[in-house]
């Protein structure tokens, strides 16, 4: 299946609801840093997300110090942000 790069206005309308999230341009993505109470959260966070985005096959960029979870969306085989993107954002912000 490919997956299409959204276009600016698909962009907007998606970010407008994804009000924790930044458009990262240089990239064509989506960044967010959370900051959790400690490690352990950080990383429950980060071990939750794993699952969802190993059923997705959609994986994060991100990095984690102590509680602070950095993380970047962009799909590569679109060349930039897709619907995939936004829904793993969505399911991110659902759990934090």
């Given at each position: 299946?490919?997956?299409?790069?959204?276009?600016?206005?698909?962009?907007?309308?998606?970010?407008?609801?994804?009000?924790?999230?930044?458009?990262?341009?240089?990239?064509?993505?989506?960044?967010?840093?959370?900051?959790?109470?400690?490690?352990?959260?950080?990383?429950?966070?980060?071990?939750?997300?794993a699952i969802l985005a190993e059923?997705?096959?959609?994986?994060?960029?991100?990095?984690?110090?102590?509680n602070r979870v950095e993380i970047?969306?962009?799909t590569h085989d679109a060349g930039?942000?897709?619907?995939?993107?936004?829904?793993?954002?969505?399911?991110?912000?659902?759990?934090?």
């Amino acid at each position: 299946m490919t997956v299409q790069r959204l276009d600016d206005a698909a962009r907007e309308e998606a970010l407008k609801e994804l009000t924790e999230w930044s458009f990262d341009a240089d990239r064509d993505g989506i960044r967010r840093l959370i900051t959790f109470d400690d490690f352990a959260a950080a990383f429950a966070f980060m071990a939750h997300v794993a699952i969802l985005a190993e059923k997705a096959d959609h994986h994060p960029e991100w990095s984690n110090v102590y509680n602070r979870v950095e993380i970047l969306l962009t799909t590569h085989d679109a060349g930039g942000l897709s619907q995939r993107d936004i829904d793993l954002a969505r399911q991110m912000d659902a759990i934090v």
